[in-house]
């Protein structure tokens, strides 16, 4: 157990929709990493947010958003959802921004668009 | 952007054999991690590696950083079923950046 928790575990949607994942971090930990990971496309960076802030983007549509919140939790939205956006979502934590250190990640949302 | 490409991209061994992966890019990278994916969980950090030329043991596993920083290997001895995973590496891009590499998936039989 790495202390990142994801909600929730699995997600079915139809195409055009909307959804909301969610990321808690490690305790005391500040920043969050958001991944994508798809049998074709490996583990893709999407963003990153430190203390509230974001830090760092990845290869992001713009069809996808995130959010941390002041407990530094994170939510990561997606819309207009399309086929090719089943995936397995990875949240990850570390104690700062510093890419150096390890990053704890989370069981992931896997998402499945129909 | 930087790639990362691993060799091979799937490795199927019997228990006691020793194997390497690679893990390879055109470009520097401040810093490279190696870690492995359990099905159904998220990666979990194996090593960190931030010089040229460093090498870093961790019981039967063995990494190497390149000593241009732009290659790194990951080598198992004596490989057991418990080390069957999809092992990641992952370079540091700028200052914020992790690109991953595009994974070995690792199958040890008993």
């Known amino acids: 157990d790495s202390g990142v928790t994801q909600t929730p575990k699995h997600l079915i949607t139809a195409t055009g929709q909307r959804v909301t994942l969610r990321c808690s971090p490690r305790?005391?930990?500040?920043?969050v990493y958001w991944y994508q990971q798809s049998l074709d496309q490996g583990l893709q960076f999407l963003i990153q947010y430190y203390n509230g802030e974001e830090r760092a983007k990845g290869n992001i549509l713009e069809r996808f958003s995130a959010q941390q919140f002041p407990d530094l939790h994170s939510e990561l939205n997606l819309s207009s959802l399309e086929l090719g956006d089943s995936a397995l979502y990875f949240c990850?934590?570390?104690?700062?921004?510093?890419?150096?250190?390890?990053?704890?990640f989370g069981p992931g949302t896997r998402l499945t668009v129909l | 952007t930087q790639l990362l490409e691993q060799s091979p991209q799937f490795l199927s061994i019997q228990e006691g054999e020793n194997l390497t992966v690679y893990c390879n890019s055109s470009s520097v990278f401040s810093s490279l991690q190696w870690y492995r994916q359990e099905p159904g969980e998220g990666p979990v950090l194996l090593v960190t590696v931030v010089t040229g030329g460093e090498v870093k043991k961790l019981k039967r596993l063995t990494f190497q950083f390149g000593d241009a920083r732009k290659d790194s290997s990951l080598h198992i001895t004596a490989a057991q079923p418990g080390d069957t995973g999809l092992y990641l590496c992952?370079?540091?891009?700028?200052?914020?950046?992790?690109?991953f590499g595009t994974g070995t998936r690792l199958k040890v039989l008993a």
């Open positions: 992952a370079g540091g891009e700028g200052t914020y950046k992790y690109i």
């Open positions: 990850a934590s570390s104690v700062d921004g510093d890419p150096y250190n390890e990053q704890f």
């Open positions: 305790s005391g930990d500040l920043s």
